[in-house]
């Protein structure tokens, strides 16, 4: 079974910390992965999205890698803010059309 | 990109009745894909919507439960039907475009 798996699942830190959310998946055999913010009650925003050929992808202050070989990736972000908190997801397209989705961390950063 | 509008935005409901979510795309897409985020969970995918054809939903959903309808390429909807309070979660209709996915803003559906 194709499974994604999001640590932590809560993170608080203070302003200005530097932070890393790590995504893990089952299988190697991966078409894309993708980084979502999701703000409460409300929809995802898509914030970078890596294909399977790719390392990594950067964005303002958010980098995020990609080891297919190890099935994981990382979320980056440099210098957080308050404006930072939101509970993040990583997704992966497992060949097919359908996303599956990691259980997400839900970040807090503290003024 | 993709522009996704959805609505409502939010609903409070009485259990029996049923909820027609709306799905609009500022482009033609060919499929669109339907979501529940239930309190506190991950996004589950209810079905896959063609234009044209039968939605194919998955494990754990069924078409008398969720109905789905695809007009035509830019636009779809789900129904909620005899909704109870356990179908209180976040509904999300979302789009593929050059691989990457982009989410509506989400329906709060309520049922008291």
């Known amino acids: 079974k194709q499974e994604v798996t999001q640590i932590p699942a809560a993170l608080s830190v203070p302003e200005g910390e530097n932070l890393v959310l790590n995504c893990s998946f089952t299988?190697?055999?991966?078409?894309?992965l993708q980084w979502f913010r999701q703000d409460p009650g409300k929809g995802l925003t898509s914030l970078l999205l890596i294909q399977s050929s790719q390392r990594e992808q950067t964005s303002g202050r958010l980098n995020a890698s990609l080891d297919k070989s190890s099935g994981r990736s990382t979320l980056y972000i440099a210098a957080s803010q308050p404006g930072d908190s939101a509970t993040y997801l990583c997704?992966?397209?497992?060949?097919?059309?359908?996303?599956?989705f990691g259980g997400g961390t839900r970040l807090m950063v503290k003024p | 990109s993709a522009v996704i509008s959805q609505k409502p935005s939010r609903d409070i409901c009485q259990r029996g009745t049923s909820l027609t979510i709306q799905c609009q795309v500022d482009s033609q897409v060919t499929m669109m894909f339907w979501y529940r985020q239930q309190p506190g969970q991950s996004l589950t995918l209810i079905a896959t919507?063609?234009?044209?054809?039968?939605?194919?939903?998955e494990s754990g959903f069924v078409i008398d439960k969720f109905p789905i309808s695809r007009p035509n390429l830019t636009f779809s909807t789900l129904t909620v039907s005899n909704m109870s309070p356990e179908d209180s979660s976040i509904y999300l209709c979302?789009?593929?475009?050059?691989?990457?996915?982009?989410f509506g803003q989400g329906t709060r559906l309520t049922v008291v």
């Open positions: 299988d190697s055999a991966i078409y894309n």
């Open positions: 997704a992966v397209k497992f060949g097919s059309n359908m996303l599956t």
């Open positions: 979302s789009v593929d475009k050059n691989t990457e996915a982009f």
């Open positions: 919507a063609n234009q044209g054809s039968e939605a194919t939903y």
